[in-house]
Protein backbone atom coordinates (compact mmCIF):
# COMPACT_ATOMS: atom_id res chain seq x y z
CA UNK A 1 0.00 0.00 0.00
CA UNK A 2 1.64 3.29 -0.78
CA UNK A 3 1.68 6.03 1.45
CA UNK A 4 -1.51 8.68 1.51
CA UNK A 5 -0.63 12.33 0.44
CA UNK A 6 -0.96 14.22 3.59
CA UNK A 7 -4.32 16.68 3.34
CA UNK A 8 -3.17 19.17 6.20
CA UNK A 9 -3.07 22.68 4.46
CA UNK A 10 -1.68 25.56 5.71
CA UNK A 11 -3.19 26.47 8.94
CA UNK A 12 -6.23 29.09 9.23
CA UNK A 13 -5.24 32.50 9.96
CA UNK A 14 -6.60 33.52 13.54
CA UNK A 15 -8.71 36.62 13.54
CA UNK A 16 -7.07 39.15 14.70
CA UNK A 17 -8.33 40.58 18.20
CA UNK A 18 -7.82 44.23 18.88
CA UNK A 19 -7.10 45.30 22.63
CA UNK A 20 -6.82 48.60 23.80
CA UNK A 21 -5.93 49.50 27.09
CA UNK A 22 -8.33 51.62 29.17
CA UNK A 23 -4.89 53.24 31.10
CA UNK A 24 -1.41 52.32 31.67
CA UNK A 25 -2.60 50.46 35.13
CA UNK A 26 -4.79 47.92 33.18
CA UNK A 27 -2.16 47.46 30.58
CA UNK A 28 -0.14 46.31 33.10
CA UNK A 29 -2.33 44.29 35.07
CA UNK A 30 -2.94 42.33 32.21
CA UNK A 31 -0.21 40.21 32.74
CA UNK A 32 -0.31 37.14 34.60
CA UNK A 33 0.73 36.88 38.07
CA UNK A 34 4.20 36.05 38.63
CA UNK A 35 3.17 32.71 41.00
CA UNK A 36 1.14 31.63 38.09
CA UNK A 37 3.63 32.12 35.58
CA UNK A 38 5.98 29.93 38.31
CA UNK A 39 3.52 27.21 38.21
CA UNK A 40 3.22 26.73 34.37
CA UNK A 41 6.94 27.07 33.90
CA UNK A 42 7.05 23.75 36.23
CA UNK A 43 4.35 22.10 34.41
CA UNK A 44 5.99 22.72 31.06
CA UNK A 45 9.57 21.48 32.81
CA UNK A 46 7.64 18.27 33.77
CA UNK A 47 6.05 17.31 30.56
CA UNK A 48 9.98 18.25 28.97
CA UNK A 49 11.01 15.80 31.59
CA UNK A 50 8.55 12.98 30.22
CA UNK A 51 9.26 13.95 26.45
CA UNK A 52 12.82 13.33 27.34
CA UNK A 53 12.22 9.68 29.14
CA UNK A 54 10.30 8.89 26.39
CA UNK A 55 12.42 9.78 23.72
CA UNK A 56 15.45 7.56 25.64
CA UNK A 57 13.44 4.72 26.67
CA UNK A 58 14.66 1.45 24.87
CA UNK A 59 12.01 -0.38 23.82
CA UNK A 60 11.90 -4.62 25.25
CA UNK A 61 13.28 -6.40 22.62
CA UNK A 62 12.79 -9.98 21.56
CA UNK A 63 14.89 -13.06 21.57
CA UNK A 64 16.47 -16.20 19.92
CA UNK A 65 17.05 -18.08 17.34
CA UNK A 66 17.69 -21.86 15.41
CA UNK A 67 17.64 -24.60 18.53
CA UNK A 68 19.35 -23.76 21.35
CA UNK A 69 22.66 -22.76 22.35
CA UNK A 70 24.59 -24.09 25.39
CA UNK A 71 28.25 -24.09 27.15
CA UNK A 72 29.59 -25.33 30.49
CA UNK A 73 30.63 -22.17 32.44
CA UNK A 74 30.67 -18.82 31.00
CA UNK A 75 27.19 -18.58 29.07
CA UNK A 76 27.55 -18.17 25.11
CA UNK A 77 24.49 -16.08 24.03
CA UNK A 78 23.43 -16.12 20.89
CA UNK A 79 22.73 -12.57 19.99
CA UNK A 80 21.27 -12.72 15.90
CA UNK A 81 20.36 -15.17 13.67
CA UNK A 82 19.41 -15.39 9.91
CA UNK A 83 18.02 -18.47 8.39
CA UNK A 84 17.77 -19.28 4.58
CA UNK A 85 15.48 -21.78 3.24
CA UNK A 86 15.06 -23.45 0.13
CA UNK A 87 11.67 -25.13 0.01
CA UNK A 88 11.75 -27.82 -2.91
CA UNK A 89 9.17 -31.12 -3.83
CA UNK A 90 7.92 -33.41 -2.05
CA UNK A 91 8.24 -31.42 1.59
CA UNK A 92 12.22 -31.21 1.21
CA UNK A 93 13.54 -28.11 3.24
CA UNK A 94 16.83 -27.17 3.06
CA UNK A 95 17.84 -25.12 5.50
CA UNK A 96 21.01 -22.78 5.49
CA UNK A 97 21.46 -21.46 9.00
CA UNK A 98 24.19 -18.42 10.90
CA UNK A 99 24.39 -17.31 13.82
CA UNK A 100 26.15 -14.55 16.43
CA UNK A 101 26.72 -15.28 19.27
CA UNK A 102 28.85 -13.83 22.56
CA UNK A 103 31.06 -15.76 24.81
CA UNK A 104 34.26 -17.69 24.58
CA UNK A 105 33.57 -20.79 26.87
CA UNK A 106 34.97 -23.74 24.45
CA UNK A 107 32.45 -26.20 25.19
CA UNK A 108 29.72 -24.06 22.89
CA UNK A 109 27.11 -26.45 21.81
CA UNK A 110 24.19 -26.34 19.30
CA UNK A 111 20.51 -28.15 19.15
CA UNK A 112 18.35 -28.05 16.61
CA UNK A 113 15.16 -30.29 16.62
CA UNK A 114 13.65 -31.36 12.98
CA UNK A 115 11.36 -33.58 11.61
CA UNK A 116 13.46 -36.08 9.62
CA UNK A 117 16.72 -37.12 10.28
CA UNK A 118 19.04 -34.08 8.08
CA UNK A 119 21.09 -34.97 5.61
CA UNK A 120 23.54 -33.25 3.23
CA UNK A 121 24.83 -31.39 6.40
CA UNK A 122 27.75 -29.17 5.61
CA UNK A 123 28.87 -25.79 6.24
CA UNK A 124 28.29 -22.87 3.53
CA UNK A 125 29.81 -19.69 2.66
CA UNK A 126 28.94 -16.94 4.44
CA UNK A 127 29.03 -15.02 1.04
CA UNK A 128 25.71 -17.00 0.33
CA UNK A 129 23.62 -14.06 2.49
CA UNK A 130 25.64 -10.99 1.34
CA UNK A 131 23.99 -10.46 -1.97
CA UNK A 132 20.43 -11.70 -0.83
CA UNK A 133 20.65 -8.94 1.88
CA UNK A 134 21.78 -6.41 -0.11
CA UNK A 135 19.30 -6.69 -2.73
CA UNK A 136 16.50 -6.56 -0.31
CA UNK A 137 17.01 -4.81 2.61
CA UNK A 138 14.56 -1.97 3.13
CA UNK A 139 15.04 1.05 2.04
CA UNK A 140 13.17 4.74 2.32
CA UNK A 141 13.48 7.40 0.85
CA UNK A 142 12.73 11.01 2.66
CA UNK A 143 10.91 13.86 1.36
CA UNK A 144 14.60 15.44 0.93
CA UNK A 145 15.63 12.83 -0.96
CA UNK A 146 17.55 11.61 1.88
CA UNK A 147 17.91 7.36 1.74
CA UNK A 148 18.23 5.28 4.56
CA UNK A 149 18.59 1.37 4.59
CA UNK A 150 19.06 -0.40 8.49
CA UNK A 151 22.09 -1.54 9.30
CA UNK A 152 23.12 -5.20 8.73
CA UNK A 153 23.52 -7.57 11.03
CA UNK A 154 26.97 -7.80 11.57
CA UNK A 155 27.88 -11.08 9.94
CA UNK A 156 31.03 -11.41 8.38
CA UNK A 157 32.45 -13.72 5.86
CA UNK A 158 33.35 -17.34 5.57
CA UNK A 159 34.38 -20.08 3.88
CA UNK A 160 33.10 -23.38 2.23
CA UNK A 161 34.56 -26.84 3.78
CA UNK A 162 33.46 -30.27 2.42
CA UNK A 163 32.06 -31.90 4.82
CA UNK A 164 32.73 -35.63 5.84
CA UNK A 165 30.15 -37.80 7.27
CA UNK A 166 29.27 -41.26 8.82
CA UNK A 167 25.92 -42.23 7.46
CA UNK A 168 26.41 -45.73 8.41
CA UNK A 169 23.12 -47.69 10.47
CA UNK A 170 21.52 -46.05 13.34
CA UNK A 171 23.66 -47.18 16.42
CA UNK A 172 21.62 -47.70 19.92
CA UNK A 173 23.52 -46.91 22.94
CA UNK A 174 21.34 -46.54 26.44
CA UNK A 175 17.72 -45.20 24.98
CA UNK A 176 19.69 -43.05 22.18
CA UNK A 177 20.14 -43.82 18.27
CA UNK A 178 22.52 -42.46 16.82
CA UNK A 179 21.58 -41.82 13.27
CA UNK A 180 24.72 -39.68 11.88
CA UNK A 181 27.82 -38.75 12.50
CA UNK A 182 30.46 -36.20 11.02
CA UNK A 183 32.49 -33.23 10.49
CA UNK A 184 32.07 -30.01 8.30
CA UNK A 185 34.38 -27.27 8.45
CA UNK A 186 34.50 -25.99 11.92
CA UNK A 187 31.41 -28.22 12.99
CA UNK A 188 31.45 -31.26 14.87
CA UNK A 189 27.98 -33.00 14.84
CA UNK A 190 25.22 -35.79 15.52
CA UNK A 191 21.86 -36.81 14.45
CA UNK A 192 20.31 -38.52 17.22
CA UNK A 193 17.08 -39.67 18.78
CA UNK A 194 15.35 -41.04 21.74
CA UNK A 195 11.72 -41.78 23.36
CA UNK A 196 13.64 -40.50 27.02
CA UNK A 197 14.44 -37.17 27.64
CA UNK A 198 16.73 -37.66 30.36
CA UNK A 199 18.68 -40.17 28.57
CA UNK A 200 18.99 -38.01 25.79
CA UNK A 201 20.37 -35.42 27.90
CA UNK A 202 22.82 -37.32 29.27
CA UNK A 203 23.98 -38.83 26.19
CA UNK A 204 24.02 -34.94 24.60
CA UNK A 205 26.55 -34.07 28.03
CA UNK A 206 28.18 -37.12 27.49
CA UNK A 207 29.21 -36.62 24.19
CA UNK A 208 30.20 -32.88 25.12
CA UNK A 209 26.70 -31.48 23.81
CA UNK A 210 26.50 -30.03 27.34
CA UNK A 211 23.00 -28.90 27.73
CA UNK A 212 21.70 -27.09 31.16
CA UNK A 213 19.08 -28.97 33.21
CA UNK A 214 16.51 -26.51 32.32
CA UNK A 215 16.76 -27.26 29.19
CA UNK A 216 15.10 -31.13 29.85
CA UNK A 217 11.43 -30.39 30.03
CA UNK A 218 11.66 -28.72 26.53
CA UNK A 219 13.55 -31.18 25.20
CA UNK A 220 10.87 -33.82 26.65
CA UNK A 221 8.42 -31.63 24.64
CA UNK A 222 10.06 -32.11 21.23
CA UNK A 223 10.61 -35.72 22.42
CA UNK A 224 6.86 -36.31 22.45
CA UNK A 225 6.55 -34.61 19.38
CA UNK A 226 8.92 -37.49 17.79
CA UNK A 227 11.79 -35.04 17.02
CA UNK A 228 15.04 -35.73 15.83
CA UNK A 229 17.71 -33.34 17.10
CA UNK A 230 20.90 -32.18 15.27
CA UNK A 231 23.56 -31.73 17.83
CA UNK A 232 26.61 -29.72 16.56
CA UNK A 233 29.35 -28.21 18.10
CA UNK A 234 32.60 -26.18 17.48
CA UNK A 235 36.07 -27.44 17.01
CA UNK A 236 37.06 -24.19 18.50
CA UNK A 237 35.29 -20.84 20.08
CA UNK A 238 38.05 -18.17 19.60
CA UNK A 239 38.82 -16.33 22.97
CA UNK A 240 36.64 -12.98 21.83
CA UNK A 241 33.77 -11.26 23.19
CA UNK A 242 31.39 -11.88 19.86
CA UNK A 243 32.21 -14.59 17.18
CA UNK A 244 30.31 -15.40 13.96
CA UNK A 245 29.26 -19.41 13.24
CA UNK A 246 29.94 -19.87 9.53
CA UNK A 247 26.51 -21.10 8.27
CA UNK A 248 25.31 -24.41 8.44
CA UNK A 249 23.79 -26.20 5.96
CA UNK A 250 20.85 -29.27 5.83
CA UNK A 251 18.51 -30.89 4.14
CA UNK A 252 15.58 -32.29 5.72
CA UNK A 253 11.65 -33.51 5.04
CA UNK A 254 8.91 -31.44 6.52
CA UNK A 255 5.30 -30.38 6.25
CA UNK A 256 6.80 -26.68 6.34
CA UNK A 257 10.20 -24.60 6.80
CA UNK A 258 10.34 -23.92 10.67
CA UNK A 259 12.51 -21.79 12.59
CA UNK A 260 12.81 -23.93 16.55
CA UNK A 261 12.53 -21.21 19.23
CA UNK A 262 11.74 -22.96 22.39
CA UNK A 263 14.93 -24.20 23.06
CA UNK A 264 16.83 -20.51 22.18
CA UNK A 265 14.77 -19.30 25.53
CA UNK A 266 18.10 -21.49 27.73
CA UNK A 267 20.10 -19.24 26.32
CA UNK A 268 19.09 -15.59 25.20
CA UNK A 269 19.70 -12.07 25.06
CA UNK A 270 16.53 -9.87 25.90
CA UNK A 271 16.14 -9.48 22.43
CA UNK A 272 17.34 -10.99 19.34
CA UNK A 273 16.75 -10.11 15.87
CA UNK A 274 15.79 -12.76 13.43
CA UNK A 275 16.15 -12.90 9.71
CA UNK A 276 14.69 -15.41 7.54
CA UNK A 277 14.97 -15.66 3.35
CA UNK A 278 12.49 -18.50 1.99
CA UNK A 279 12.90 -19.44 -1.95
CA UNK A 280 9.93 -21.30 -3.48
CA UNK A 281 8.27 -20.83 -6.48
CA UNK A 282 5.62 -18.40 -4.52
CA UNK A 283 4.97 -16.35 -1.29
CA UNK A 284 5.46 -17.68 1.78
CA UNK A 285 3.57 -16.38 4.86
CA UNK A 286 3.59 -17.64 7.95
CA UNK A 287 1.11 -19.96 9.17
CA UNK A 288 1.33 -19.99 13.33
CA UNK A 289 2.24 -16.19 14.05
CA UNK A 290 0.83 -13.27 12.66
CA UNK A 291 2.24 -10.63 9.70
CA UNK A 292 2.74 -6.95 10.25
CA UNK A 293 4.31 -3.80 8.86
CA UNK A 294 5.93 -0.80 9.35
CA UNK A 295 3.86 2.07 9.15
CA UNK A 296 5.41 4.48 6.32
CA UNK A 297 3.61 7.08 8.34
CA UNK A 298 5.40 6.49 11.29
CA UNK A 299 8.89 6.32 9.62
CA UNK A 300 7.75 9.64 7.88
CA UNK A 301 7.28 11.48 11.20
CA UNK A 302 10.64 10.39 12.48
CA UNK A 303 12.46 11.83 9.82
CA UNK A 304 16.07 11.42 8.93
CA UNK A 305 17.25 13.23 11.83
CA UNK A 306 15.44 11.19 14.37
CA UNK A 307 15.15 7.66 12.07
CA UNK A 308 17.97 5.38 12.48
CA UNK A 309 19.56 7.59 15.14
CA UNK A 310 17.62 8.27 18.21
CA UNK A 311 14.95 5.11 17.46
CA UNK A 312 16.45 2.42 15.22
CA UNK A 313 14.81 -0.14 13.23
CA UNK A 314 14.63 -2.39 15.31
CA UNK A 315 12.55 -0.35 18.07
CA UNK A 316 10.15 0.00 15.27
CA UNK A 317 9.89 -3.31 14.13
CA UNK A 318 10.07 -4.41 17.86
CA UNK A 319 6.76 -1.62 18.46
CA UNK A 320 5.06 -2.97 15.62
CA UNK A 321 5.69 -6.94 16.46
CA UNK A 322 4.10 -5.72 20.52
CA UNK A 323 1.07 -3.91 18.77
CA UNK A 324 0.73 -7.36 17.01
CA UNK A 325 0.62 -9.32 19.97
CA UNK A 326 4.20 -9.83 20.34
CA UNK A 327 4.26 -12.80 17.65
CA UNK A 328 4.22 -11.84 14.23
CA UNK A 329 6.56 -11.12 11.08
CA UNK A 330 7.17 -8.16 9.06
CA UNK A 331 7.48 -9.16 5.57
CA UNK A 332 10.26 -6.76 3.98
CA UNK A 333 10.38 -8.38 0.46
CA UNK A 334 9.07 -10.22 -1.27
CA UNK A 335 9.26 -10.90 -4.88
CA UNK A 336 12.00 -12.28 -7.26
CA UNK A 337 15.12 -13.77 -6.41
CA UNK A 338 17.46 -10.92 -7.32
CA UNK A 339 18.88 -12.30 -10.72
CA UNK A 340 22.66 -12.46 -9.59
CA UNK A 341 22.34 -13.90 -6.40
CA UNK A 342 22.42 -17.60 -7.78
CA UNK A 343 25.98 -17.72 -8.34
CA UNK A 344 26.89 -17.26 -4.80
CA UNK A 345 25.72 -20.66 -4.14
CA UNK A 346 27.27 -23.63 -3.68
CA UNK A 347 27.02 -25.94 -6.58
CA UNK A 348 24.59 -28.32 -4.48
CA UNK A 349 22.36 -25.38 -3.71
CA UNK A 350 21.70 -24.30 -6.73
CA UNK A 351 20.50 -27.01 -8.02
CA UNK A 352 17.61 -26.88 -5.21
CA UNK A 353 16.53 -23.69 -6.50
CA UNK A 354 13.28 -23.67 -8.48
CA UNK A 355 13.30 -22.85 -12.06
CA UNK A 356 11.52 -19.75 -11.58
CA UNK A 357 12.49 -18.72 -7.63
CA UNK A 358 10.84 -16.59 -5.61
CA UNK A 359 12.16 -15.08 -2.44
CA UNK A 360 10.31 -14.27 0.88
CA UNK A 361 12.38 -11.90 3.34
CA UNK A 362 10.74 -11.78 6.59
CA UNK A 363 12.18 -10.16 10.05
CA UNK A 364 11.29 -10.17 13.52
CA UNK A 365 12.06 -9.87 17.40
CA UNK A 366 10.80 -12.13 19.64
CA UNK A 367 10.53 -11.29 23.60
CA UNK A 368 11.29 -15.25 25.91
CA UNK A 369 7.63 -14.88 26.79
CA UNK A 370 6.74 -15.48 23.40
CA UNK A 371 9.39 -17.98 22.43
CA UNK A 372 6.68 -20.87 23.80
CA UNK A 373 6.16 -21.99 19.91
CA UNK A 374 8.24 -22.81 16.99
CA UNK A 375 7.21 -20.10 13.90
CA UNK A 376 5.95 -22.19 10.62
CA UNK A 377 5.59 -20.84 7.42
CA UNK A 378 3.28 -21.95 4.08
CA UNK A 379 3.17 -20.61 1.15
CA UNK A 380 -0.10 -19.15 -0.71
CA UNK A 381 -0.35 -18.03 -4.30
CA UNK A 382 -1.68 -14.93 -5.99
CA UNK A 383 -0.33 -13.03 -3.11
CA UNK A 384 0.97 -9.26 -4.22
CA UNK A 385 4.75 -8.70 -4.41
CA UNK A 386 6.76 -6.61 -1.59
CA UNK A 387 9.12 -3.88 -2.33
CA UNK A 388 11.84 -3.43 -0.16
CA UNK A 389 11.77 0.63 -1.52
CA UNK A 390 9.87 3.22 0.29
CA UNK A 391 9.28 6.64 -1.21
CA UNK A 392 8.44 8.67 1.65
CA UNK A 393 8.45 11.58 -0.59
CA UNK A 394 4.71 11.89 -1.05
CA UNK A 395 4.39 12.96 2.75
CA UNK A 396 4.09 16.54 3.66
CA UNK A 397 7.18 18.29 5.69
CA UNK A 398 4.51 19.19 8.23
CA UNK A 399 3.40 15.70 8.35
CA UNK A 400 6.74 14.34 8.96
CA UNK A 401 7.76 16.73 12.11
CA UNK A 402 4.40 16.04 13.81
CA UNK A 403 5.16 14.67 17.01
CA UNK A 404 1.93 13.34 19.43
CA UNK A 405 3.83 14.14 22.56
CA UNK A 406 4.78 17.72 21.28
CA UNK A 407 1.12 18.29 20.52
CA UNK A 408 0.58 16.88 24.24
CA UNK A 409 2.99 19.78 25.71
CA UNK A 410 1.27 21.85 23.79
CA UNK A 411 -2.30 21.19 25.25
CA UNK A 412 -0.95 21.46 28.09
CA UNK A 413 0.52 25.11 28.05
CA UNK A 414 -3.15 26.01 25.96
CA UNK A 415 -4.61 24.53 29.09
CA UNK A 416 -2.89 26.91 31.54
CA UNK A 417 -3.44 30.22 29.59
CA UNK A 418 -6.68 29.36 29.15
CA UNK A 419 -7.41 29.14 32.73
CA UNK A 420 -5.18 32.24 33.30
CA UNK A 421 -7.58 33.82 31.45
CA UNK A 422 -10.92 32.57 32.91
CA UNK A 423 -9.19 33.16 36.50
CA UNK A 424 -8.22 37.28 35.24
CA UNK A 425 -12.16 36.97 34.21
CA UNK A 426 -13.64 36.12 37.28
CA UNK A 427 -11.53 38.54 39.45
CA UNK A 428 -12.76 41.59 37.05
Known sequence: MRPQQCRHGPLPRRRAIAVTARDPTAARTSEPPAR??????????????????????????????????????????????????????????TAVVQIQAQGNDPSFAWVVPLESVPRNIHEEATSIFGIIDQSTQPTYIFANQQRFSPSGSGFGCGGSTEASASLAAPDET????????GETGMFRYDVVSSEDPSALRTWLNTNRYLTPPEAEPIIGEYVREQKYFLAVRLSAVQGVSSFLVSPLAFTYTGRSPCVPLRLTRIATTPTLPVLTYIISDTRAVPSNFAQTSVPDAEVA???????????????VVSTAVQDAGGRAWVTEYAGPLPPNARQFFTVPLQNLIPERPYLTRMYTTVSVASMDR??????????????NTHDLSSYSATAALFDPRLALLGATVFGVARRWRRRRRAAR
Not at 304 to 315: I, K, L, N
Not at 374 to 387: I, K, Q, Y
Request: hydrophobic content about 45%; overall charge negative; glycine content about 10%.
Open 301 to 315: RLGPSRFGVTVTYDQ
Open 374 to 387: DPEFMFVSGLPDVS
Open 36 to 93: LLHWAALTMKLHLAVLAALSTLTLHHAAEACGGTFCSNSPIIQNAERVLFIRGGGGEN
Open 174 to 181: AGVRVWAS
